[in-house]
């Protein structure tokens, strides 16, 4: 039997856990040999299964490492990144996905989220710039006063929403805008909480 180097062992489940804190992702087996200067990826492998028969790892159904296993990163809810969004085609469709993060319970909450990156400026009066990650919550309704995210004619936008009595007003948060008045649209979520990009 090869014998097991401790160091190495300790080594990578140092790397798995500062990697996941630091990406909200596993890093992936060739992630690990490259940082590690490992010689195969069949020698990766053979020590995540031993971290994994330890009981200091474990695997997804996919065969890759759990990120949420033992290492105290409370609960998670995972949120897709959506893109831009294509004429006639749905936010949600797969080709708009960017990524998936997982993002933590106590901070976003239990709620069906999706991220989206802020575009222009029209809402930098609440905060809001351009390329910063909106967490929305995915619903089809909102309140007045809500920040939402609203299609229009197969163009994502995001606004504040006001319900008037035969229509509604979609207003941006710059004085440099003008109010969207229309009697259609469709409300694919609100804006719950948002990220500043660097």
Do not use: W
């Not at 190495?8 to 990406?23: A, G, P, R, T, Y």
């Not at 710039?129 to 994502?156: F, M, P």
């Amino acid at each position: 039997m090869k014998k097991i180097n401790e160091k190495v062992l300790s080594n990578i489940l140092e790397f798995i856990k500062v990697f996941q804190l630091d990406n909200g992702r596993s890093p992936s087996y060739r992630e690990i040999q490259k940082h590690l200067n490992l010689s195969s990826l069949s020698l990766v492998e053979r020590y995540i299964n031993l971290l994994v028969m330890k009981g200091e790892l474990k695997k997804d159904e996919l065969g890759s490492i759990d990120i949420s296993y033992n290492f105290k990163l409370g609960q998670t809810i995972l949120a897709p990144v959506v893109g831009e969004v294509r004429c006639g085609e749905p936010i949600f469709a797969q080709e708009n996905i960017e990524s998936i993060y997982r993002l933590p319970t106590d901070i976003f909450g239990r709620d069906n989220v999706f991220l989206l990156h802020a575009k222009g400026d029209s809402m930098e009066g609440v905060g809001i710039r351009e390329g910063d990650l909106l967490v929305v919550k995915k619903c089809e309704s909102a309140d007045n006063g809500d920040i939402v995210v609203a299609l229009l004619e197969d163009s994502a936008t995001v606004k504040t929403f006001y319900r008037e009595k035969d229509h509604i007003v979609l207003h941006p948060e710059n004085d440099r805008y003008d109010d969207i008045i229309t009697k259609d649209v469709k409300i694919l979520g609100i804006v719950k909480q948002f990220i500043h990009s660097l």
